[in-house]
Nanobody, 125 residues
Framework: VQLQASGGGLVQAGGSLRLACTVSGRTFRNSAVAWFRQAPGKERDLVAALSRGGHRPFYTDSVKDRFTISVDNTKTTVYLQMHSLRPEDTAKYYC???????????????????WGQGTQVTVSS
């Protein structure tokens, strides 16, 4: 199983980016899928996730109403649409998935079996 993330870059504050992550070797069907981010010297934190079945999106408070997580109809690509970007959104963003993720461990990186390589998002002020 491989996850390939893309779409990061340098953007000014207030701008938008869309991250994409494509899975090979399995699909996101019947698995939770998530985006985490990690800034230098900080822990890897959950940004957004779709629970198994994709019916219940979760967003960390700081990105609510600015970011949207979605999965395409083939269940092989997950997106993170980011609007109104802020300098504090600067981090490396990772997509992840795994068959053992449930609602209670959605925010725990150790619950996810598969990870993408990360894509850097830098927001300038």
């Amino acid at each position: 199983v491989q996850l390939q993330a893309s779409g990061g870059g340098l953007v000014q504050a207030g701008g938008s980016l869309r991250l994409a992550c494509t899975v090979s070797g399995r699909t996101f069907r019947n698995s939770a899928v998530a985006w985490f981010r990690q800034a230098p010297g900080k822990e890897r934190d959950l940004v957004a996730a779709l629970s198994r079945g994709g019916h219940r999106p979760f967003y960390t408070d700081s990105v609510k109403d600015r970011f949207t997580i979605s999965v395409d109809n083939t269940k092989t690509t997950v997106y993170l649409q980011m609007h109104s970007l802020r300098p504090e959104d600067t981090a490396k963003y990772y997509c992840s998935t795994g068959p053992s993720v449930i609602q209670s461990n959605l925010a725990s990186p150790t619950a996810y079996a598969y990870w993408g390589q990360g894509t850097q998002v830098t927001v300038s002020s």
